[in-house]
């Protein structure tokens, strides 16, 4: 499939579990993909796999709290690109705990990673999109931001406030041809997945058998919504929070 020749997409995260999955996606698929991330290492080695592989990858080290270098770097890739057709809003953290025992340097970081950098992200990107009339946004809210897991009140309010925003910005502009949705993932293994896990002391086994489906999801079954959603093949989706979950309710 060759869906994204020619286009050029951003993909924040780009050197964790899921926005890996999604760069290698969209660039087996043609894309010139810039991944984000401010975790270099990882961030080099997903770039430089692409780029072996013989797709069309730069890496971007980025603190998104950072609002003017995301608005740097928005302006860096549309003077070497002229464009840019997909943004993956991707990159998050978790921070666990409940009203009381989570600190308000942790309420903040949730929001400043997990919402605000995704605002100021499209602020860069929508003009040229707005001008071009086409464009597409996926953002990674949470299966939670619908159906809140216990003692993650951060996490889950701001992925709640993803997937509002989503809709929000789906309205505002799907008159000027921008679809803007959102990916609702359950349980998928990741690094993230990974680090919780070791902190609950539980294992990945022990998580599959909570799923109907037998096993909790891949990185890759997640980038392949994304790159669908982000393609010309779902031209009426729009403000769509589209979950992918293997049918596990939140326990
Ligand atoms: N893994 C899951 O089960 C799951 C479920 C639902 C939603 N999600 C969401 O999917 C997205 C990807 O999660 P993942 O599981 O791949 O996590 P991950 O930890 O593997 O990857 C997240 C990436 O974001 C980057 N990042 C974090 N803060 C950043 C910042 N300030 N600036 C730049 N980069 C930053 C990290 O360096 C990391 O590479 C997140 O938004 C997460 O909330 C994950």
């Known amino acids: 499939m060759e ?96 009203l009381l025992s989570l600190s308000e340097d942790d309420w903040r970081l949730s929001f400043s990673v997990n919402l605000d950098a995704i605002f100021h992200l499209c602020r860069a990107v929508l003009p040229g999109m707005i001008e071009r009339r086409a464009g597409a946004i996926v953002n990674i809210s949470s299966q939670w931001a619908l159906s809140p897991a216990p003692n993650s009140i951060a996490y889950n309010v701001t992925k709640a406030a993803v997937a509002s925003f989503t809709q929000n910005l789906a309205r505002d502009y799907a008159p000027d041809g921008i679809r803007v949705n959102a990916v609702c993932p359950g349980e998928i293994h990741t690094p993230m997945l990974e680090e919780g896990l070791k902190r609950a002391g539980r294992t990945v086994e022990q998580l599959n058998r909570l799923v109907p489906f037998g096993r909790i999801g891949t990185s890759e079954e997640v980038a392949a919504l994304v790159a669908f959603l982000a393609s010309n093949e779902a031209p009426f989706m729009c403000g769509s929070l589209v979950e992918i979950t293997g049918a596990q309710a939140v326990a």
């Open 3 to 98: 869906r994204f020749r020619g286009k050029v997409a951003v993909v924040t995260g780009g050197g964790g579990g899921i926005g890996a999955a999604v760069s290698r996606r969209l660039a087996r698929e043609g894309a010139a993909v810039v991944a984000a991330d401010m975790s270099a290492p990882a961030l080099q080695s997903v770039v430089a796999d692409i780029v072996a592989a013989g797709g069309a990858a730069e890496a971007a080290i980025i603190d998104l709290r950072d609002e003017s270098a995301s608005r740097l770097m928005i302006e860096g890739i549309l003077a070497r690109h002229q464009r840019i057709d997909v943004l993956v809003n991707n990159a998050g953290i978790f921070r666990g705990g409940n």
